[in-house]
């Protein structure tokens, strides 16, 4: 399995033009590059204990938002068009450092985000995800939906600074190959530690009508305008979380190489399309946006076309 | 002289059936002696025996059920009644047996998942995992209301408590090692006595 040449230079380039931003990414909350140096897990702030949410109306929304978070699908069901739950990237129920935790994610905004190019409140910043990471629309700013989503959010933050970039935010960054990656690795790796959960074509694994072992491409996974769509972000996620349990123990190489080949497929498409250009909306939104293959041609196929 | 040994050659046929028929098997044993009768331990039906800890096959997945008698067979999962048991069972045997349990239906078990609420000790384990040791949510793997995920990760609902704590501590002590990955290795691993009893008694006790 090889990259044409033409998606070789020009993933060299999206690279280069990555590490370059580095400096400047506090700025822009689309993509947050975090240290590999992260702090020992005791300097994490810590969240509430479930058992300490309040026993009032707002406690009832903060239960209500944690299990939309780790069952989407079966509770917000007209938002979502996948099968996806908030819970499969951020383990722990939105707990876990270096999980993109909310407890980190709810204190940073209002934020501007390059992604679209404007100052994003909390609530836009749930919206995105909803439309990108779950494939589906996004939920009204007044609905119940986001009103739960926040609270769980406020609550976990509950004594956290606001504005500060807190320890365990997002995906520790993991360094790329020095060689670059390698789809056939990528698949070996894949085969080997991957395919026994998320199914030998990443199809996911289902019991009954819902997703146990969520889909990592094709039409039921997360659609290419969302961030695990960058193959940085995925090694970062999967390095530090994957296999389930056993986070940690993929060596940076292979993070990288695996994630290039979940990310090497196809998925549902961008919805922020420009007239039906793959093209045009690879210049516009993904050239700049870390490491990724869309509108890239891979085994004589141009990535992004999308499917249904 | 024909009439005479006609029924014996008769009776001979019937056996040799007898041994490869899969209701046989499972009642009666394998052609191999050694290969005593799975309903002896394991219920008339394949339900289990609550009380000798001896689990439920019916409805269990073909592949899990083969790799298990394999793996008994080979040591990688020890355990000395099943050893000489899986070992004396033929290939064929072995197929036919997993063909007719899987085809038994599992009981229903309500698809209890993480978006539920936990109060004891088990259904926290089970609902929420324990990350602070890398332990999964058991449902994560094994599906709502542990009601199994393909053929790899078994149902757990139901089972007796004294099979589900037996299998985590054969992963703490290293006597089972068959578990694709280490998954469930380093699980038991982690896992405290109480924790064990706890999470045990949970899954057993979903059932209807």
Known sequence: MKISCTAVLLSAFGFASFAAQGAEIAEDQSQILTRPDSPASGRYFRPPLEREIPDNAFGKLVQEGRAIFVDTKNRAPEYVGNGLSCGNCHLEQGRRANSAPLWAAYTMYPAYRKKNDRVNSYTERLQGCFQFSMNGKAPEAESRVIAALTAY???LAMGAPTGQELPG????EVPPPAGGFDLAKGERIYADQ??????ADGEGQKAGENYVFPPL???DSFN???GMHRI???????KENMPLGKGGTLSDEDAWHVAAFMNSHERPQDPRLIDGSVEKTRDKYHANDGVNLYGMVVNGRMLGQGVE | MILRYGPIAGIFLVCAVHAQAPADVYSRGGANPAAVACASCHGAQGEGMEAGGFPR?????ADYIKKQLADFASGARANPIMQPIASALTREEIDTLAAMLTAQAYPEVAPVGKGAEVQELGETLALRGAWDRNIPECVACHGPGGRGVGEVFPPLAGQPAQYLAAQLIAWQQGTRTNDPNDLMGHIGRSLTADEIEAVSKYFAGLKK
Do not use: E, K
């Not at chain 1, 991957?194 to 199914?199: E, L, N, P, T, V």
């Not at chain 1, 940085?232 to 999967?238: D, G, K, M, R, Y």
């Open chain 1, 153 to 155: 959010s406020y609550w």
């Open chain 1, 169 to 172: 935010r997002a995906y520790p």
């Open chain 1, 194 to 199: 991957c395919a026994i959960c998320h199914g």
């Open chain 1, 217 to 219: 491409w094709g039409a």
């Open chain 1, 224 to 226: 290419w305008g969302a």
């Open chain 1, 232 to 238: 940085n972000t995925a090694a970062a996620f999967i």
């Open chain 2, 57 to 61: 096959l019916a409805g269990l997945p």
